[in-house]
């Protein structure tokens, strides 16, 4: 029996194909506030956090024009806390919320990290 490589696991179902309970919507209000202090410090509005059940584990703001550096994306950055901090490089028993749709880039480390849920 061969293993499933990295291209062949598939993407977290996303909540669009689910029903929103209520801590969702409170790790999305946590976004929405980082995404807006990002904004007021002169940063692009987008936010992740990471968390298991009540618990955030990580949280990120996009950092690209503070840092200058391109790969700084909240979800990016929130995933790589995540594993410092864990110790480990499988997110699946997490999720990350995102108040934007993740691009390419950080799908590619969402799936890396089989984070198992993407809000
Ligand atoms: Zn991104």
Redesign the pocket.
Known sequence: MALAGPRERAMPTGASHQQLGDMDRLMMQRCLELAMRAADCGECP?AAVICRAKEIVCQAT?SVRRDRDV?H????LAISRAFHKLGRVSLEDRAVYSN?E??????Y?VRESRIGRVV
């Open positions: 987008y996009n790969i994306h909240a979800e990016f934007t993740p691009c390419a880039y950080c799908c480390a």
